[in-house]
């Protein structure tokens, strides 16, 4: 059974990313930043539909906990699909900016993406298959307001992905990003109400957390092996 680690699992969206990947049939690990609780949860209900999960808690933003924590991981094998869904906002206009704010959502996407992304990629090497799928943004790609500091660390992804394609490609591992739009949640209800995502969307209408998921899992199954490199939007036709 091929193992999966989904960071930022014990969320709306990693939770739905982490019980797609168990329904097909791959080994999750769930992981929290000091949520561990929302994890094991998110984990428990995997088992309870007759998947295979457990939980695990680091943070993404301290190389040696992370490297800890995935040492402890990599006792039991390699991760051969690796979702990186961790990411924090804190918005404020440009002008406006605290440093921490800054500082503290790049730690969290992109300091993040080579504290868990790095210490995985040679033991999944060695297996020559691996998937790396990394959540960005329409912010990204499109930019928004107050969220200079989001759309920075997102976009980075998109760079270290199509780098870390070409590194990989001849392993049998690839790498791809996807970048959500406006996707049903309780952070997403509050910044929205439903006029506004008629007039921002064409489709008129919020994703949903499965739409999102569904994409990863074609992107983490075998179907999607000559796909890598890119960045593939789920947004509803903003971008």
């Keep these: 059974m091929k193992r999966a680690l989904v960071t930022g699992g014990s969320g709306d969206l990693g939770g739905a990313i982490a019980r797609r990947l168990a329904r097909d049939g791959l ?3 769930v992981h929290a930043n000091a949520r561990l609780e ?15 999960a457990e939980a695990v808690a680091f943070d993404v933003t301290d190389a040696q906990d992370s490297a800890a924590a995935l040492a402890r991981v990599l006792d039991a094998g390699p991760v051969q699909v690796l979702v990186n869904n961790a990411g924090i906002h804190d918005d404020a206009v440009f002008p406006g900016m605290r440093a921490e704010q800054w500082h503290r959502v790049i730690a969290v996407s992109l300091h993040g993406f080579f504290h868990v992304t790095q210490p995985l990629s040679l033991p999944m090497a060695r297996t020559r298959w691996g998937r790396i799928i990394s959540i960005s943004s329409v912010a990204a790609v499109m930019g928004n307001r107050g969220q200079a500091n989001y759309a920075a660390a997102k976009s980075a992804l998109h760079g270290a992905s199509k780098s ?29 109400d ?13 994703g949903s957390a499965d739409e999102v998921a569904a994409l990863v899992a074609f992107l983490a199954g075998p179907d999607a092996g000559y796909i890598t490199g890119q960045v593939i939007s789920i947004n509803g036709g903003m971008a």
């Design 194 to 206: 439903p006029e506004a995502i008629a007039r921002l969307v064409p489709a008129r209408r919020a």
């Design 38 to 52: 929302a994890a094991e949860a998110v984990a428990a209900g995997i088992r309870a539909e007759g998947g295979s």
């Design 164 to 192: 870390l394609a070409l590194e990989l490609a001849s392993r049998g591992i690839t790498v791809n990003v996807v970048a959500p739009g406006i996707i049903a949640s309780a952070m997403a209800d509050r910044a929205f």
């Design 27 to 29: 080994h999750v690990i």
